[in-house]
């Protein structure tokens, strides 16, 4: 099962997001403040708390400049598997198009439990980026 955000709408361009998602000292910026502590970060891996899962991380895994950034969890730190896809589609001079695709790679009883908080954060990550200047 993927979940997938909405189709967000940004001014930034394209190659800003991008620059901007591959680089996981900016990454936390985009996630929810009231739920990410404990933050650690590279440029390509990151780790952190999540109430109420505990400790995770993010690796970038595939890179395809201005279009794609492809993360999976870090399984040092995440006893939940994922893969994080954000997609990016320049459809003019600051007008970028964004998606945020999530899918959970765990027993499908945990799927019912996990679906609604990760739409919440797939959308709540493209609310920011449409908010953000990057």
Partial sequence: MKIESKIGKSTSSDEQIYRFITNFHNFKELLPADR????????????????????TGLMIVEKEPYKLVKMVSDPEFSSYQFNIWIQMKKVAENDTRVKVTIEPLVNKMLLPMLKIPLQKLADGIISKIEGFEF
């Fill in 36 to 55: 990410v502590s404990g933050w650690e970060a590279s440029e390509d891996k990151c780790s952190f708390n999540v109430d109420p899962l505990g400790r």
